[in-house]
């Protein structure tokens, strides 16, 4: 039972959270190339904790590893907080969601870094169109065999994850009729998507290692897949959220994910499990989260019937009904029924846009929301190793 009581210290589902934020100037509203000043005011405080993307206008920030939803809600806080404080000190904000309304790729400067003048090199213009933001959930899991045999059932879920995260609507000035138009840009990616099946987690180290043999790629770390075995640090990493614009969105989605997570090993525990679905069917029920978002329906493969988004993803809120309160996260995954009532930010991105009509309306609202019941100060004092601490591009 330890390994599922955040009260044990040998809990072993703890939470991670990564988050890629825009950097706007709060007059023209459009991205700019702030990075390198915020990271030399931040490194210091925040050492491994702030890093840069692909983009300038990216900045990235990933919490210490967390036992709660609580702890990774205090973490992004203050992550926020102390981003918007740096930003600030150069006239600058910064924006919670997929994609910018209305900036344009080609005008975006990349990183001076070795490693990203590789990605460039090799993606070409699929990587200079990457102008895209996302939230990444890392969880803990035991082993990493019990990590495959994890994911391979969560795959389910990803699409939910999905519709209830939405936040890009917008593309380079246009309403792009998607609400995760971000999905489609990073589809231009290899190795994104929901991943195939694996029996086990060493036919997934052979995948890996043929691909690195044949110079596919140098590491683990060059597959991007929505949900994937980190490389290095024995998690598993849940990849195809939209960046969350409110801090109560973002510590929903962590506490749903790992609600999710614990809920199928206890089922394991039992010698129960939850029917595993190929990705042909899985791929059906994501191309409706990304057009449709909430407004859409998703498949119930188990039914074979298509059911309203926001009749279906109750029934995910049930699912794990058991389990949130021993993991102390019931009102964060409470909040999902607040999503589903009022919209995610694609949605209200989208009500901003149709009773003003300037996105650079939506601009101000994104800022808004983006550092909402936010503290927007420095920390005192530099912080533990993140989850992700280091790394290179995601």
């Known amino acids: 039972m ?78 926020r907080g102390a981003i918007a404080a740096l930003a600030r000190k150069h006239n600058a904000e910064i924006v919670a969601a997929g994609t910018h309304p209305f900036s344009s790729w080609h005008q975006q400067e990349i990183y001076p870094h070795e490693r990203y003048y590789g990605v460039l090199k090799e993606m070409q213009d699929a990587a200079r169109r990457l102008l895209i933001f996302g939230m990444h959930v890392h969880v803990g899991v035991p ?154 329906e998703i498949i119930d493969f188990g039914k074979e019937l298509a059911v309203p988004a926001r009749t279906l993803l109750p029934e995910l809120l049930e699912f794990v009904d058991d389990v949130v309160d021993m993991l102390g996260s019931r009102a964060a995954v409470s909040y999902v029924e607040r999503i589903l009532e009022e919209g995610t930010s694609a949605d209200r991105q989208l009500r901003v846009y149709e009773r003003t009509g300037d996105l650079k309306a939506v601009v101000d609202h994104l800022m808004a929301e983006t550092v909402a019941g936010v503290e927007v100060a420095l920390p005192d004092w530099p912080q533990a190793v993140p989850v992700e601490a280091g790394a290179e591009l995601k």
């Open 2 to 79: 330890s390994v599922v009581d955040p009260e044990s210290k040998d809990f072993a589902f703890t939470l991670g959270v990564e988050e890629e934020y825009q950097i706007v100037d709060p007059t023209t509203r459009e991205l700019n190339s702030y990075v390198s000043q915020i990271l030399d005011g931040g490194k210091l405080l925040l050492r491994e904790q702030l890093k840069p993307e692909l983009m300038q206008s990216v900045v990235e920030v990933g919490t210490c590893v967390c036992r709660t939803a609580d702890e990774a809600a205090a973490e992004i806080r203050r992550l």
């Open 143 to 296: 082993d990493m065999e019990t990590g495959m045999k994890l994911q391979n059932v969560a795959r389910y879920f990803l699409p939910h994850l999905l519709a209830l995260s939405t936040s890009s609507p917008f593309w380079m000035g246009r309403n792009t009729g998607f609400k995760s138009y971000r999905s489609l840009i990073f589809s231009n990616f290899p190795r994104t998507g929901i991943p195939g099946f694996f029996a086990s987690h060493s036919e997934f180290e052979r995948y890996v290692a043929l691909l690195v043999k044949t110079g596919c790629i140098d590491n683990g770390k060059k597959i991007w897949w929505d949900i994937r075995p980190h490389p290095f640090f024995g998690t598993i990493e849940v990849r195809i959220c939209d960046m969350a614009t409110r801090v109560e969105e973002a510590t929903a989605l962590a506490a749903l994910i790992q609600a999710i997570f614990v809920k199928l090993y206890r089922l394991f525990e039992k010698n129960l499990t939850f029917r595993v679905y190929p990705t042909v069917l899985l791929d059906e029920n994501k191309w409706r989260a990304v057009r449709y978002g909430l407004d859409g």
